[in-house]
Nanobody, 125 residues
C-alpha cells in the first residue's frame, strides 16, 4: 500500500524558516516524480514545487522561487521542502504527492497519483 506521510509543520514567525518532510512507502521512490502543493482556507490546492524521480530537475511556483528548496533523499525515501523567509501568504496545509511521470516536474494536480494527508504550516506576523 502506497503511503505518503508529511511531518514538520508548525507555527513560525514571518521571516522564519521551516522544513517539512514527506516519507514515502509502498512504492519505488526513484520511479516517481514528487511534488509539494498547498491549500489555504477557502482556496484551491495550488502547486508549490516539484522534483523529478532522479532529482535532476526541479520546478517552483513563482511565489516561492528563491525562498523554498525541494529535495529528495533516495536512501531515506523522503521528500523535503525547506522554506525560508516565510510570509503570511505561505500559511496553508502542505501536501506531498507522487507522480508516475518520473522524468518530469509535474505542476498539475491531475498529474499526481498519490497524496499525503497534509501538514499545517502557520506563519504569524
Amino acid at each position: 500500500q502506497v503511503q505518503l506521510a508529511e511531518s514538520g509543520g508548525g507555527l513560525v514567525q514571518a521571516g522564519g524558516s521551516l522544513r517539512v518532510s514527506c516519507e514515502a512507502s509502498g512504492l519505488t521512490f526513484s520511479r516517481y516524480a514528487m511534488g509539494w502543493f498547498r491549500q489555504a482556507p477557502g482556496k484551491e490546492r495550488e502547486f508549490v514545487a516539484a522534483i523529478s524521480g532522479r532529482g535532476t530537475s526541479t520546478l517552483y511556483a513563482d511565489s516561492v522561487k528563491g525562498r523554498f528548496t525541494i529535495s529528495r533523499d533516495s536512501v531515506k525515501n523522503t521528500l523535503y521542502l525547506q522554506m525560508n523567509n516565510l510570509k503570511d501568504e505561505d500559511t496553508a496545509v502542505y501536501f506531498c504527492a507522487a507522480s508516475g511521470s518520473w522524468w518530469d516536474t509535474p505542476r498539475r494536480k491531475n498529474e499526481y497519483d498519490y497524496w499525503g494527508q497534509g501538514t499545517q504550516v502557520t506563519v504569524s506576523s
